[in-house]
Protein backbone atom coordinates (compact mmCIF):
# COMPACT_ATOMS: atom_id res chain seq x y z
CA UNK A 1 0.00 0.00 0.00
CA UNK A 2 0.98 3.27 -0.84
CA UNK A 3 1.58 6.45 1.74
CA UNK A 4 -0.80 8.96 0.05
CA UNK A 5 0.46 11.65 2.65
CA UNK A 6 4.03 10.72 2.20
CA UNK A 7 3.72 11.07 -1.34
CA UNK A 8 1.63 13.84 -1.29
CA UNK A 9 4.37 16.14 0.59
CA UNK A 10 7.18 14.68 -1.63
CA UNK A 11 5.52 16.08 -4.72
CA UNK A 12 4.54 19.49 -3.47
CA UNK A 13 8.39 19.16 -2.14
CA UNK A 14 9.54 18.45 -5.86
CA UNK A 15 6.99 20.51 -7.64
CA UNK A 16 6.22 23.73 -5.25
CA UNK A 17 3.12 24.58 -7.60
CA UNK A 18 1.03 21.51 -6.23
CA UNK A 19 1.62 23.21 -2.69
CA UNK A 20 0.43 26.49 -3.93
CA UNK A 21 -2.70 25.16 -5.65
CA UNK A 22 -3.77 22.87 -2.83
CA UNK A 23 -3.59 19.39 -4.64
CA UNK A 24 -4.63 16.87 -2.60
CA UNK A 25 -4.21 12.75 -3.61
CA UNK A 26 -7.02 11.02 -2.86
CA UNK A 27 -6.86 7.30 -4.14
CA UNK A 28 -4.12 5.35 -5.24
CA UNK A 29 -5.12 1.44 -4.90
CA UNK A 30 -6.55 -1.14 -6.74
CA UNK A 31 -5.66 0.39 -10.27
CA UNK A 32 -7.73 3.83 -9.23
CA UNK A 33 -5.40 6.84 -9.15
CA UNK A 34 -7.35 10.08 -7.88
CA UNK A 35 -6.12 13.82 -6.89
CA UNK A 36 -7.98 16.93 -6.61
CA UNK A 37 -7.08 20.71 -6.49
CA UNK A 38 -9.88 23.07 -4.58
CA UNK A 39 -12.11 25.69 -6.58
CA UNK A 40 -9.80 28.82 -4.88
CA UNK A 41 -8.21 32.17 -6.29
CA UNK A 42 -5.02 30.29 -6.65
CA UNK A 43 -6.79 28.25 -8.73
CA UNK A 44 -9.38 30.84 -10.78
CA UNK A 45 -9.04 32.43 -13.94
CA UNK A 46 -10.25 36.35 -14.74
CA UNK A 47 -13.79 34.98 -15.68
CA UNK A 48 -14.11 32.92 -11.76
CA UNK A 49 -13.38 29.56 -13.02
CA UNK A 50 -10.82 27.26 -12.80
CA UNK A 51 -8.17 28.25 -14.71
CA UNK A 52 -7.09 25.90 -18.09
CA UNK A 53 -3.54 25.28 -16.98
CA UNK A 54 -4.29 24.15 -13.30
CA UNK A 55 -6.97 21.56 -14.89
CA UNK A 56 -3.95 20.04 -17.26
CA UNK A 57 -1.81 20.25 -14.29
CA UNK A 58 -4.13 18.00 -12.24
CA UNK A 59 -5.15 15.47 -15.14
CA UNK A 60 -1.42 15.48 -16.12
CA UNK A 61 -0.66 14.69 -11.98
CA UNK A 62 -1.77 11.06 -12.52
CA UNK A 63 0.64 9.83 -14.61
CA UNK A 64 3.56 10.84 -11.83
CA UNK A 65 0.89 9.37 -9.12
CA UNK A 66 0.59 5.97 -11.30
CA UNK A 67 4.16 5.83 -11.95
CA UNK A 68 4.64 6.15 -8.34
CA UNK A 69 2.51 3.86 -7.28
CA UNK A 70 3.65 0.51 -9.22
CA UNK A 71 7.96 1.80 -10.21
CA UNK A 72 9.58 -0.77 -8.40
CA UNK A 73 13.41 1.27 -8.73
CA UNK A 74 12.43 4.77 -8.46
CA UNK A 75 16.16 6.00 -8.19
CA UNK A 76 16.58 4.04 -11.88
CA UNK A 77 13.80 5.13 -13.78
CA UNK A 78 11.76 8.40 -13.82
CA UNK A 79 8.70 9.19 -15.52
CA UNK A 80 8.26 12.60 -17.77
CA UNK A 81 5.17 13.79 -20.10
CA UNK A 82 6.11 13.92 -23.78
CA UNK A 83 2.20 14.77 -24.34
CA UNK A 84 -0.65 15.83 -22.98
CA UNK A 85 -4.16 16.76 -25.06
CA UNK A 86 -6.95 18.59 -23.13
CA UNK A 87 -10.59 18.17 -24.26
CA UNK A 88 -12.71 20.59 -22.32
CA UNK A 89 -16.20 20.02 -21.27
CA UNK A 90 -17.63 22.27 -19.33
CA UNK A 91 -17.11 25.15 -16.60
CA UNK A 92 -15.06 24.32 -13.72
CA UNK A 93 -17.15 25.83 -11.39
CA UNK A 94 -16.36 23.93 -8.03
CA UNK A 95 -13.02 21.64 -6.77
CA UNK A 96 -12.59 19.29 -9.28
CA UNK A 97 -11.00 15.33 -9.13
CA UNK A 98 -9.16 13.36 -11.69
CA UNK A 99 -9.53 9.77 -12.25
CA UNK A 100 -7.11 7.71 -14.25
CA UNK A 101 -7.17 3.68 -14.08
CA UNK A 102 -3.79 1.49 -14.33
CA UNK A 103 -3.86 -1.96 -13.23
CA UNK A 104 -1.39 -3.78 -11.08
CA UNK A 105 -0.74 -5.92 -14.66
CA UNK A 106 0.21 -3.16 -16.42
CA UNK A 107 2.63 -1.94 -13.27
CA UNK A 108 4.39 -5.35 -13.73
CA UNK A 109 4.26 -4.96 -17.39
CA UNK A 110 5.88 -1.61 -16.97
CA UNK A 111 8.34 -2.68 -14.60
CA UNK A 112 9.39 -6.20 -16.93
CA UNK A 113 9.96 -3.62 -19.66
CA UNK A 114 11.71 -1.08 -18.04
CA UNK A 115 14.40 -4.29 -16.83
CA UNK A 116 14.46 -5.66 -20.84
CA UNK A 117 14.89 -2.59 -22.44
CA UNK A 118 15.70 0.48 -20.01
CA UNK A 119 12.58 2.33 -21.43
CA UNK A 120 8.67 1.96 -21.19
CA UNK A 121 6.09 4.37 -22.87
CA UNK A 122 2.52 4.63 -22.15
CA UNK A 123 -0.30 6.91 -22.99
CA UNK A 124 -3.39 7.51 -19.67
CA UNK A 125 -6.70 9.03 -19.81
CA UNK A 126 -7.75 11.25 -16.87
CA UNK A 127 -11.21 12.46 -15.82
CA UNK A 128 -11.59 15.55 -14.63
CA UNK A 129 -15.40 16.21 -12.28
CA UNK A 130 -16.85 18.63 -10.48
CA UNK A 131 -18.21 18.47 -7.01
CA UNK A 132 -21.60 17.54 -9.13
CA UNK A 133 -20.15 14.59 -11.01
CA UNK A 134 -20.09 16.63 -14.33
CA UNK A 135 -17.09 16.01 -16.52
CA UNK A 136 -14.97 19.27 -16.92
CA UNK A 137 -12.00 18.12 -19.18
CA UNK A 138 -10.51 14.66 -20.46
CA UNK A 139 -6.77 14.52 -20.72
CA UNK A 140 -4.66 12.20 -22.50
CA UNK A 141 -1.08 12.14 -21.68
CA UNK A 142 1.57 10.08 -23.02
CA UNK A 143 4.60 9.24 -20.70
CA UNK A 144 8.01 8.47 -21.15
CA UNK A 145 9.83 6.32 -18.80
CA UNK A 146 13.65 5.81 -18.80
CA UNK A 147 16.78 6.57 -16.55
CA UNK A 148 16.88 10.32 -16.91
CA UNK A 149 18.84 11.03 -14.63
CA UNK A 150 22.24 8.77 -15.42
Known amino acids: MMDLVAFEAGAKKNCPIYEFLGLSVLEAENGVFKA????????????????AGVLFSLGEFLGGLIT???LDN???????????????????????TAT??????????????????????FQQK???TDTNGTVVAET??????????G
Do not use: C
Not at 140 to 149: H, K, W
Open 36 to 51: TIPNSKEAGNHIGIMH
Open 68 to 70: ARY
Open 74 to 96: PRKFQPVVRDLKIDFKAPAMTDI
Open 100 to 121: AYFSAEQGVEMNAKLEETGRYD
Open 126 to 128: AVL
Open 140 to 149: LGSYALRNFM
